[in-house]
């Protein structure tokens, strides 16, 4: 044997990868910034929104009792039957009783009266909670005589003190009590229809109850604690259901109360992952460029006897430490955005929300971050193994032929498999972590194979016509060594995240902001009697206000839609049809065309009825028709007020709610509910304080009762409270546009590498500055304007997708908006890469080589 | 006296589009231990790249390349890197010093990746045999060509090879520079008893080597 088979093997150190990671980060922790950055925005964002999230829902939780104040609520248009009543007090003895209504009510010491949300009270209600009186005594004592406790806020409006009297129909009550908060109201809630609390036993002397009131009756009970809430109470309870009374209990109150914030949470969910994802794609991208700058130590190392895999230790154990660094400040950031979320928020919710600070979701942050750290540094440090030390002697020596790296698809499986169980642990929903998993993996391959495209078509079709710097430009993308796919990737990528974001944004806060803000209505009539209906409205004009809108409404319920009553859709669990469509009231009117805030959609208005055996058509809104699953054609049967009237459905119309205007579910045509008993709306706006206070006494006079709705101070305040909303929306999306742009920063420096040496060489030779500006502009133009177009492209499909599965809403594109985004990435890509080539055209060629080198 | 390099039938091939290009054709030499060699020839005649394939840097097509009687053939990547580290030193032409690391904590890599301890004095020492005791902290970015190629100088040495490749070490720098460079080599290759090789144009350099052979066109002249 002439050679030896082994070599004698060297003692590796452990600590040495520790030792150089160490000393390599000295000099690489300005080239680590973007890096940090992108991962602590992305955390902070993660961190904020799942603490106060589980905040959120643990508060819910916690106070859901005081939500409802009792175990079990019972509502309905008319009293429990004595028989039921009884059968449930045997179970639950104890037991409140409340009567609600709207009504006006009247200062006399101010002279003022408004229109307030009188509860006429007896029992111990709320069992949970407090009804939250100044003093805390009078709200139990304001049940033991004449006594009202009145909302703070109409106090002060109305410059009523302790001690005032308030009049309710026609019984005096003097006020004890300041009435703050009541279980389960929201400050919005206060603020639309503030309260005025009165004994139970004096609301026959107020003379409001008369037959047609619009009247909310309902009990309270507490479970006597050995109570069986599942056998004879859960029948009882049906048995009450089917009578058309609503049940609330704890459980549902707070599933309610959960849903009520789905779009704000989902909103916030997506806003979290965004975050995520766009830090994930600023980590990916900075540290590409960071492995491509250490190719030439990794190789020098390898030279001297460095192992492959202690070339992936060293750098390795500093993303882990810069991971580790950027999650905590990301965490810090979180918690800090935990702790102002709630004061944000706090106006349209319905708990009190103390900040807690969850450990859990701080460590599991930080623990996401070094995690997602690693798994996308490991993308570009893996390639690491393969750098050939003959680099270090051939600066052009690469891999003799392009193979698969079995280990970067391991590392992309893992990214992919760590992201589902992330959005699963998040939303719960395997099937959705999945589809969305699969999706993010379409689009980057779609991106992916854009960018090919644009290389391939670019090289095909690039005339040599055009001018040299349009040339070079353009001829960059498909040069040897390009980064165009890569960058229309991460480009696109982010893009998409970022347009899907404010698309939402923009859905969102239309959808809380109220229409036609200058020449709304703000003053209502309500229950205007036929007789009164004239001489209201010649009232109305003799103060010079407009009569802006008179409309009649009939009430009327459903008794059969195709011919299936309600009894027979609840035995039947075929039928889908909800409940509540057969339960409510409908409040209905009738003219002969469609109004400014209704466009028909399908099917045929026909405005009026001629002949009393014509059938007859009514428009019922869309959303309306979504719900019930109507079509054009289906039969339904009301009942009005005793007379059973068959119509069909004629046409399906979209209504804008957000218009202040009376809306309606079902619009009947001329010639059918005339005669029916009805009473009538008037809508006016008084653009003086002074001249409304004048106007509403001159009604409340004459006309005792109508109820005047003064919608000036509740826009005014729902304004500001949906403004508050509409802020939180832009301040969480605005976080992660703020990760974005460090995204598409890393993303462009990647470019950097790659161009550098060109354009210091195009720079020796004899390129102008402004040569080479115009060959950057042009490089970068396209690269953005493809990216955004892309990344547009799939945030309008993604959007779509969202809007029709998780927020309910049809997205239609906003063309301005679309072009905007597209403009700002394409001007932000090209401002980044002008300004991360600067250096080469300010300084001299050596002098830039040297740097580099 | 033992073979310390041996390379026979020799050849390396690369694929060019649908061209193969012959770089080396059928090289064969040897070279004792504690020699000096020179490999000379004009550019593109395959002299970087015998010395990447004899330092175990890349893989021959054919042929076999002993080193102290281990052929590299049928060494993994990762026992090549062990070889290098316990046998052969570097001198590069651009000096490849690692820019984030100290001149000392350049001239300790090769000790450390080996786990050897109190490394410190040893390699102040050497930094101070090549006249940088007064730069030991000082990064590469902060010292001359001459100085990094110093220090390169010093970490080839530092894990005692037993052959030193250099590639162009002079390449880079001025003549006055590239003299005591040159000095600094042979002394130190005569002191350690290291075995030289060296890629170079310069024919001066070359003449002061114990052998010469001289490539053309991939093939030995």
């Known amino acids: 044997m002439d050679h030896k088979i082994n070599i004698d093997s060297t003692k590796y150190s452990m600590v040495w990868p520790l030792k150089m990671a160490w000393r390599d980060s000295r000099k690489s922790k300005g080239k680590l910034l973007l890096f940090v950055l992108a991962i602590s925005l992305g955390i902070a964002a993660l961190v904020g929104i799942t603490s106060f999230r589980e905040n959120l829902l643990q508060e819910i939780n916690n106070q859901a009792k005081t939500l409802i104040g009792a175990d079990i609520e019972i509502k309905g248009s008319e009293p429990l039957p004595d028989s039921l009543l009884l059968a449930l007090y045997e179970l639950a003895p104890e037991m409140s009783r409340e009567v609600y209504f709207a009504s006006m009510v009247y200062f006399p010491s101010t002279d003022g009266t408004r229109l307030a949300q009188v509860r006429a009270l007896a029992g111990e209600y709320p069992y949970y909670g407090e009804i939250e009186t100044i003093p805390v005594e009078a709200s139990r004592k304001f049940q033991k005589g004449e006594y009202a406790l009145v909302d703070e806020k109409l106090m002060i409006q109305y410059n009523v003190e302790i001690g005032d009297f308030v009049k309710v129909g026609q019984q005096q009550f003097e006020i004890i009590g300041r009435l703050q908060k009541i279980p389960g109201q929201t400050e919005i809630g206060a603020t639309a229809a503030p309260v005025v609390y009165i004994p139970y036993n004096h609301l026959d002397q107020t003379d409001l109850l008369q037959k047609g009131s619009r009247v909310n009756y309902l009990q309270y009970f507490q479970f006597h604690p050995e109570v069986d809430t599942t056998g004879k109470w859960s029948q009882l309870v049906s048995l009450v259901d089917k009578k058309g009374f609503r049940v609330d209990d704890i459980e549902e109150r707070k599933e309610e109360t959960g849903r009520a914030f789905k779009d704000l949470s989902n909103f916030l969910e997506l806003v979290a992952f965004t975050a995520l994802l766009l830090g994930c794609i600023g980590v990916a991208s900075s540290i590409y460029v960071y492995t491509k700058e250490k190719t030439g130590i990794v190789a020098t190392l390898r030279c001297l006897g460095m192992k492959s895999g202690q070339a992936i230790s060293i750098f390795l154990i500093q993303v882990g430490f810069f991971g580790l660094i950027g999650s905590i400040i990301g965490a810090l950031l979180g918690v800090g955005m935990h702790l102002y979320l709630p004061v944000l928020v706090k106006d349209f919710i319905p708990v009190e929300l103390t900040p807690q600070l969850s450990w859990l979701s701080v460590l599991s942050g930080v623990g996401i971050g070094v995690v997602v750290s690693i798994l996308f540094a490991l993308i570009s440090l893996v390639s690491l193994r393969k750098v050939s030390p003959l680099q270090a002697i051939r600066s052009d020596a690469e891999p003799a032929r392009f193979q698969l790296d079995w280990l970067q698809i391991l590392v992309g499986f893992s990214i992919l498999a760590f992201l589902m169980a992330l959005i699963y642990l998040q939303i719960g929903s395997l099937q959705d972590a999945a589809i969305f998993t699969f999706g993010l993996l379409l689009t980057i391959i779609i991106l992916g194979l854009i960018g090919k495209g644009l290389a391939l078509g670019i090289k095909k079709l690039l005339p040599n016509s055009i001018p040299y710097v349009w040339r070079q430009g353009l001829s960059n993308l498909y040069r040897p060594h390009n980064q165009t796919s890569l960058l229309i990737t991460t480009l696109g990528l982010g893009t998409a995240f970022i347009a899907t974001l404010l698309f939402m944004q923009s859905l969102l806060v239309d959808r809380v902001s109220i229409a036609g803000a200058e020449d709304r209505p703000n003053t209502i009539l309500f229950d205007i009697q036929t007789p009164q209906k004239d001489e209201v409205r010649q009232l109305t004009l003799d103060y010079d206000l407009p009569v802006m809108q008179e409309v009649p409404i009939v009430t009327m319920r459903l008794v059969e839609l195709n011919g299936i009553s309600k009894n027979e859709a609840e035995r039947d669990t075929t039928i889908t049809t909800p409940d509540w469509a057969y339960n409510r009231e409908y409040r209905v009117t009738y003219r002969d065309s469609l109004i400014a805030s209704e466009t028909l959609k399908e099917g045929k208005w026909i405005g009026k009825v001629t002949n009393p055996a014509d059938s007859i058509f009514v428009s019922v809104s869309s959303g309306y028709a979504e719900n019930l699953e109507l079509k054009i054609g289906d039969e339904m049967v009301f009942n009005v007020q005793g007379a059973l009237l068959k119509t069909y459905v004629g046409s399906f119309r979209e209504v804008d709610w957000r218009r202040v205007q009376t809306n309606f579910l079902v619009l009947f045509p001329v010639g059918v509910l005339e005669k029916a008993p009805q009473f009538h709306v008037l809508i006016t706006r008084i653009d003086n304080n002074q001249l409304s206070a004048r106007y509403q006494q001159a009604v409340v006079r004459s006309y005792p009762n109508i109820s005047i709705i003064d919608l000036e101070l509740i826009l005014k305040t729902l304004e500001e409270i949906l403004g508050k909303i509409a802020f939180v929306i832009r301040f969480m999306a605005f976080f992660s546009i703020g990760t974005g742009v460090i995204m598409l920063i890393s993303s462009i420096v990647l470019s950097r590498f790659q161009r550098m040496r060109e354009n210091v060489l195009l720079r020796t030779i004899g390129a102008s500055s402004r040569k080479l500006w115009k060959i950057i502009f042009a490089e970068y133009f396209f690269l953005g304007g493809l990216g955004a177009l892309s990344g547009i492209l799939i945030a309008v499909l993604t959007t779509t997708l969202l809007g029709k599965f998780v927020f309910e809403f049809t997205f239609i594109p906003d063309f301005s908006q679309m072009i905007l985004i597209g403009l700002t990435i394409t001007v932000l890509t090209v401002a980044i890469g002008l300004l991360n080539s600067r250096d080469v055209i300010s300084q001299s060629p050596l002098e830039v080589l040297r740097n580099e080198g | ?221």
């Not at chain 2, 032409?93 to 040893?122: D, H, W, Y």
């Not at chain 2, 102040?124 to 001459?146: A, F």
């Not at chain 2, 001066?204 to 114990?210: G, R, S, V």
């Open chain 2, 1 to 221: 006296m033992s073979t310390i390099l041996q390379v026979e039938s020799l050849t390396k091939t690369f694929q060019s589009g649908h061209r193969q290009i012959r770089v080396l054709d059928n090289i064969n030499f040897t070279i004792e231990e504690g020699q000096s060699m020179s490999i000379v020839g004009p550019s593109g005649s395959g002299k970087t790249t015998l010395l990447g394939l004899c330092a175990g840097l890349d893989r021959a097509t054919e042929g076999r390349i002993l080193i102290n009687q281990v052929l590299l053939n049928k060494l993994s990547e990762d026992e090549l890197a062990q070889l290098r580290n316990q046998q052969v030193g570097f001198i590069f032409q651009n000096f490849q010093l690692i820019p984030t690391l100290t001149a000392l904590e350049n001239v300790m890599v090769p000790l450390e990746l080996r786990g050897e301890k109190n490394i410190v004095s040893a390699s102040k020492d050497l930094l101070n045999r090549v006249g940088l005791s007064d730069r030991l902290d000082h990064y590469p970015g902060q010292l001359s060509g001459g100085e990094q190629q110093r220090v390169a100088i010093a970490r080839a040495f530092s894990n005692r090879p037993k052959i030193l490749f250099a590639d162009e070490p002079t390449g880079n720098l001025d003549e006055e520079t590239s003299h005591s460079i040159e000095s600094l080599l042979f002394e130190l290759n005569r002191e350690q008893g290291t075995t030289l090789v060296i890629v170079t144009h310069d024919q001066d350099l070359a003449q002061k080597t114990d052998t010469i052979i001289r490539l053309k066109g991939g093939k030995l002249i």
